[in-house]
């Protein structure tokens, strides 16, 4: 990350339209999970080996990453973590990336693609109201508007969907992946200070690493090892998820950092919501209706209006070291 920002500096035109490009196609890339997801499930599989097939694709890459940079430490290139900071990162991975990514792979199996992505855009403002609980941070009339019209349209598009599909599965499934984005908020508020020393490349490929191995033991427990064995299409879908839709936008949405700060590469990530609801039009025959619509930008309005200072400034990270979510 630190050679591109290098060759394309933060802010000059060249750098800055690299990280403009990175930061759209990661986040549409992302976003595309909800997708994939979708088309695993046809083959009648669980979330438990939905997500375990991701992260064991997915695992010698964040190897790779978590090795090299374990070598610069012990070049002493970077600093060397400490035996408190080892634990936190274990428990940011389990929190964060593992149990945030299960619960998201249990919800989208009872609601829709566009439905799911809005819900995890509550985020910011369960930072917003975890930080006024924990630190007794006060909010400001903005923030209180903003989440307002957030969580108006979240309710704008599961109204929709409740009124099209069956309510208790609706409903259990927005709870599921309401509960993965307050687990991922609580990582972001706990990770603030660790990544101002650790350095997002390094918190990232670790936690990611304790996530996977998490997933693959969880796998064993609940499965025999003959449920490794399935079609091919899954082991296809497992691929594309695991590298266009969660390696690739994971590192270029950190390049994208590095070169145009997080705040601009936060607001270019609403991108998401609004690419899924074409994307799945498209791929999945979800329609697109006014509610839907009127939904989503309601959710962007929200999250553009914190973005101005509310979550950031909650989960104390530094501008150009913010984590970004593999999700």
């Known amino acids: 990350m630190n050679r591109i920002a ?7 035109p060249s750098g800055r339209v690299a990280g403009i490009l990175m930061a759209m196609l990661g986040a549409v890339l992302f976003s595309a999970k909800a997708i994939v997801v979708k088309f695993t499930y046809r083959y009648g599989i669980d979330a438990v080996t939905l997500i375990a097939f991701r992260m064991l694709f997915a695992m010698p890459f964040f190897a790779a990453v978590a090795w090299y940079q374990s070598r610069r430490a012990a070049r002493g290139e970077i600093v060397v973590m400490t035996p408190k900071e080892r ?3 274990i428990v940011l991975g389990l929190l964060g990336y593992y149990l945030s990514s299960f619960l998201d792979f249990l919800g989208l199996r009872y609601i829709t693609a566009s439905l799911e992505r809005l819900i995890l855009f509550l985020s910011p403002s369960l930072v917003v109201l975890l930080s006024a609980f924990w630190f007794k ?3 400001e009339r903005r923030q209180w508007l903003a989440m307002v019209l957030s969580y108006t349209g979240v309710v704008l598009v599961f109204a929709h969907d409740l009124s099209f599909g069956a309510g208790n599965e609706v409903l259990l499934g927005s709870l599921f992946v309401f509960g993965s984005a307050a687990s991922y908020s609580v990582y972001l508020i706990c990770s603030g200070e660790l990544i101002k020393r650790v350095g997002p490349t390094r918190l990232v490929a670790y936690a990611m690493l304790v996530s996977c191995i998490a997933c ?3 796998f064993f427990v609940i499965h025999p090892p ?3 064995i399935q079609p091919a299409g899954v082991y296809g879908y497992s691929v ?6 969660t390696v690739v936008p994971v590192f270029m949405l950190m390049w994208a950092v590095s070169l145009i700060g997080a705040p601009t590469a936060s607001l270019l990530g609403m991108m998401g919501p609004v690419s899924v609801l074409f994307l799945a039009s498209w791929f999945l025959d979800e329609p697109i209706t ?3 619509m009127a939904g989503t930008a309601l959710v962007l309005t929200g999250v553009f209006a914190l973005m101005g200072g509310g979550a950031g400034k909650a989960a104390t990270v530094a501008p150009r070291e913010a984590p970004l979510p593999p999700r």
């Open 226 to 228: 003959s449920m490794l």
């Open 216 to 218: 693959i033991i969880q």
């Open 290 to 292: 006014v509610w839907q």
């Open 137 to 139: 941070r006060p909010i």
């Open 87 to 89: 634990v936190q990162v």
């Open 240 to 245: 594309i998820h695991a590298t266009l839709n």
């Open 6 to 12: 290098k060759l394309l500096p933060l802010y000059s």
